[in-house]
């Protein structure tokens, strides 16, 4: 099965309202990334997570590893905030390590 | 800061070709990944080095060859490419702190069609 679960994988948010997208890993995730993926197909960084919580600007992200989730927070959804939404993770991988991504939360949103 | 580049942006092959792909970074990272992303789904790994003229095989290596010539860039090839395929292909790379990997930073990717 699918080692980074994500979900929802779609979303549909007016402009101004909040919701959150989540992750769930059935490996042992050291770390987190998450990314928004644009129309171009460019791969943007918001997130880089040991566990804990970060924010910046209206984007809030925690990741924990006890109980091996990760959320992200979208306060007061703007245009630009639509796109495809990835979480990866970090772990052990045929005797390295490799980020290991889920399939994406696309989220539109209208005004 | 630092940037990723990919080249070429487009590529469209013929089946049973072999196709090369390049991917220059100058973060001075240490670790280089090339990535295979198919319509509407995730990223899978199929080939990433820790170093130059390191090569580690992904998920995905099979049918695909890859190259470090030197700290700054990494080649990937299709050794023959499938008629009607179409995917594409994202380079990242990353510092290396002991075991663990630092965070990954990604190029614009490549879009391959093959005919």
């Known amino acids: 099965g699918d080692k980074v679960k994500q979900s929802p994988s779609a979303l549909s948010l007016q402009e101004g309202t909040n919701s959150a997208l989540r992750c769930n890993f059935s490996i042992a995730a050291t770390t987190v990334q998450w990314f928004l993926q644009n129309p171009r197909g460019s791969l943007i960084n918001l997130f880089y997570l040991v566990p804990g919580t970060k924010e910046n600007g209206r984007l809030k992200s925690t990741f924990n590893s006890k109980e091996s989730y990760s959320t992200l927070h979208i306060r007061d959804a703007q245009l630009e905030d639509s796109g495809t939404y990835f979480c990866a993770a970090e772990a052990a991988y045929q005797g390295g390590r490799a980020l290991i991504f889920g399939t994406g939360t696309t989220v539109s949103v209208s005004p | 800061g630092g940037i990723i580049t990919q080249t070429p942006k487009f590529l469209i092959g013929q089946e049973g070709q072999k196709l090369t792909l390049k991917c220059q970074q100058n973060?001075?990272?240490?670790?280089m990944y090339w990535y295979r992303q198919d319509s509407g789904k995730g990223l899978r790994l199929i080939y990433y080095?820790?170093?130059?003229?390191?090569?580690q095989k992904g998920d995905l290596s099979e049918g695909y060859d890859a190259s470090r010539e030197k700290k700054s860039s990494f080649s990937l090839t299709v050794t023959s490419a499938q008629k009607n395929e179409m995917a594409v292909f994202l380079c990242a790379s990353s510092h290396r702190t002991g075991l663990n990997y630092a965070e990954q930073f990604f190029g614009p990717g490549t879009r391959l069609t093959v005919l």
């Open positions: 080095s820790i170093t130059e003229n390191d090569l």
């Open positions: 973060f001075n990272h240490d670790t």
